[in-house]
Nanobody, 121 residues
Framework: VQLQASGGGLVQAGGSLRLSCAAS??????MGWFRQAPGKERDFAAA????????YYADSVKGRFTISRDNAKNTVYLEMKSLKPEDTAVYYC?????????????????WGQGTQVTVSS
């Protein structure tokens, strides 16, 4: 079982980035993105159901980030727009074996290695 995140980088405030997370090894139902800024806990950013019909966002990213998935490619995406310096963090993709949505990192069973996103002011 492996989750491989990619797409991070350095961007100016107001810019955009698209993160990808390729999953392998099994079928994942709910998938999500979390982020961890230096010296802070890992926080929920977004999650998506198996069908993609239900999405969930932290208030801090709502309206700027969009999570989506392509089940044929077993890949989940996080489109990030209007980026702010406070979005700077390591972004981790995660997956649950359960159908039930969750925004609690303790309820995600698998984790990718993380990709750094840095937003300069």
């Amino acid at each position: 079982v492996q989750l491989q995140a990619s797409g991070g980088g350095l961007v100016q405030a107001g810019g955009s980035l698209r993160l990808s997370c390729a999953a392998s090894g099994r079928t994942f139902y709910v998938m999500g993105w979390f982020r961890q800024a230096p010296g802070k806990e890992r926080d929920f950013a977004a999650a998506i159901s198996w069908s993609g019909s239900s999405t969930y966002y932290a208030d801090s990213v709502k309206g700027r980030f969009t999570i989506s998935r392509d089940n044929a490619k077993n890949t989940v995406y996080l489109e990030m727009k209007s980026l702010k310096p406070e979005d700077t963090a390591v972004y981790y993709c995660a997956a649950r074996r359960s159908w039930r949505p969750s925004m609690d990192k303790a309820e995600f069973h698998y984790w990718g290695q993380g990709t750094q996103v840095t937003v300069s002011s």
